[in-house]
């Protein structure tokens, strides 16, 4: 079995500058957003307007950090990596461009099509989700056709190869929701988007909400290398690695379905009761 640890500079040295700086961009975004919160304004759907860039800046936070470990470690050529470091930059970007802006205009950006400026920008940010999402599918195309190395270019441990394509395989179950959601012009079915929800994350109490298997669909991507990492280095048996990391694989995909059928059938993830919010 291969042992590379990296330290964090090395680790950031093997990062495409336009992934790398675009992360450090949407951290301090987060960071920001954060601070916000902590000032009154009025709210957008119930909400704080900062809560929203806060949420899609961590996501995006994590999902470069991921896709940065991830490029360098596909065998392929200089340039496909680079060419896709760029579309994922760019394409991140534009969504948390058209997010914040919409906040700062005190309105959503989501779902937003009653103005031309609007019209506009859920437009730009639909376009540049589609460019993002076509080249997910290609990264996972490439990363399950051709090997993956570490970060000393050696053949990657083949139960981490196995949790990295997995995740990106599930990954891609994202856009059935994504786009399920721009079909509706909402998340929420059974009732209009707002109302009581979770905190932070904010999903429905009271109806169905997309939401949920969108964000399971997308930190799969997160959550399986890294318990792939742990495994391989804190347990020996490799039928034991195995087993671990394609029953969580499994857990996932049924986690996502489960969660997706839910919301079709118009069930909150977690309900709560009326008296509780009224």
């Avoid at 704080?48 to 940065?68: C, D, Q, R």
């Avoid at 441990?157 to 994202?174: D, E, K, M």
């Avoid at 988007?193 to 999903?203: Q, R």
């Amino acid at each position: 079995m291969s042992e590379v640890p990296l330290t964090l500079s090395a680790l950031a040295a093997r990062v495409s500058p336009p992934i790398l700086w675009m992360t450090i961009l949407h951290a301090l975004l987060s960071v920001s957003c954060l601070v916000a919160l902590g000032l009154e304004s009025s709210p957008i759907m119930g909400v704080h307007p900062a809560l929203k860039p806060l949420k899609f800046a961590v996501s995006i936070t994590i999902f470069l950090a991921t896709i940065g470990v991830l490029l360098p470690s596909i065998a392929t050529s200089p340039a496909v990596r680079s060419a896709l470091a760029w579309v994922f930059a760019t394409t991140m970007a534009i969504e948390m461009l058209v997010i914040v802006a919409q906040a700062v205009r005190k309105t959503t950006s989501h779902f937003n099509v009653g103005e031309p400026m609007n019209r506009a920008a859920w437009g730009l940010m639909v376009s540049a989700i589609v460019v993002a999402s076509i080249a997910m599918a290609c990264v996972a195309l490439l990363a399950s056709i051709l090997p993956l190395t570490d970060g000393d270019g050696r053949a990657m441990h083949p139960v981490l190869a196995f949790a990295w394509r997995a995740g990106l395989w599930i990954l891609l179950l994202a856009p059935l929701s994504g786009f399920a959601m721009g079909a509706r012009l909402q998340h929420s079915i059974g009732g209009p988007d707002g109302g009581p929800g979770l905190p932070f994350v904010n999903w429905s109490v009271i109806h169905g909400d997309l939401r949920v298997a969108h964000f399971f669909a997308l930190h799969a991507l997160q959550v399986l290398p890294i318990l792939a990492w742990m495994t391989v280095r804190t347990i020996t048996a490799r039928s034991a690695q195995w087993g671990i990391v394609s029953i969580t694989v499994i857990a996932c995909v049924v986690t996502c379905l489960v969660a997706l059928g839910q919301a079709f059938a118009g069930r909150p993830f977690i309900a709560r009761a009326p008296s509780s919010h009224q």
